[in-house]
């Protein structure tokens, strides 16, 4: 970048990050307007201004100090409970499912700001805990609590998906703040006697239905089975190099359910075929690996917590989209950071790219 033509906070950018996340997003772009039948509108020109006004706060996000973050951890977590609590109460119905609020000029998903938020309230929780007590109960019954309010919400939505999102990156930054791995293996035991009867009491109909179609997708190809169906079939059809730009026939023809957003991936398999897959799993490892040398590098327990609990919080949303489009996991409904279509999600990994940008600028000029 050129000496004083760019001001000295551009120059100081990840560039070798974000220039190929821009490229993501374009590429998410193209696939977009492929499924919409050739068309700017909706999905494709909301999906880069999305991208760019979200671009524009993490850039913001990433000259905050880091005693701001700290300070406003728990405020955050408690209006976005208390939001919660509203969605509940007089939050908007789609699909089903009671996940949003309307507040006139935009509406709202306080379960997707949750996934950063928890992520920062572990980190800011376990920075103020005494090292001596790490190995003890005060290290893990609060930090539980925290977790157990906002996902007990989430799961009364309901939406397994996120729930599951947020409860990945809280255990990952407890796991790291360095409980004792016991814990752990107690805990992974619990959840294996547990499971069997969340199955048949805890789970909605349609949840187990999921799950058994998951294993058996086969057994209703035409009903339950036939989203993982129809995306199999897309992502093979396209081969090596794909069937072409708008020449999709699983996505056009609509045998693909949610085309442009849960289900993106098997769209852009089918016309740009398995380079486009590596193009597309090359720039998120990318992304990953830039996250975690950042969590490496950082100053202090905060901010190490921080960035390797938002990077893997991104890693959740990549492996169990991936998962679940190619028949190896459940569909949970869980988008494709910055290929999907949808606000929400964007918001969310934009605000995890800003937040470790900021850890990354701590590491070169302080806090």
Known sequence: ??????????????WRMLLPLALLNLFGSTVLW???GGRMWPWAIMHMVHFAVFLA???VLARLPQHLF????????GVLIVLLVLVEAIGKVGGGSQRWLNLGFMT????????????LVMARFYDSLPPAMTQSWRALVPAGALLAVPAALVMLQPDLGTALAICFG????????GVPIWWFIGGGAAAAVIAPLAFFFALHDYQRKRVLVFLDPEADMLGSGYHITQSKIAIGSGGIFGKGLGNGSQSHLQYLPESHTDFVFAT???????LGGIFVIAVFLLVFRWGMGIAQRAPDRFSRLLAAGLTTTMFFYFAI????????APVVGIPLPFMSHGGSSLMTNMLCIGTIMAVDRWSRVGR
Do not use: T
């Not at 809280?170 to 703040?177: G, K, P």
């Not at 852009?268 to 398995?274: F, K």
């Not at 989209?321 to 190896?328: C, H, I, K, Q, R």
């Open 170 to 177: 809280a255990v990952v930054v407890v796991f790291l703040a």
């Open 70 to 77: 700290k300070q406003v951890a728990y405020p955050l977590y």
């Open 108 to 119: 709202l998903q306080p379960s997707e700001l949750m996934k950063p938020v928890i992520v």
């Open 1 to 14: 970048m050129g000496g004083g033509l760019i001001p000295e906070p551009l120059r100081r950018l990840p």
């Open 268 to 274: 852009m398999a089918e016309e740009w075929g398995l």
């Open 321 to 328: 989209n991936m998962s679940m489009v190619m028949g190896l």
């Open 57 to 59: 706060m993490a850039v």
């Open 34 to 36: 492929s499924a919409a």
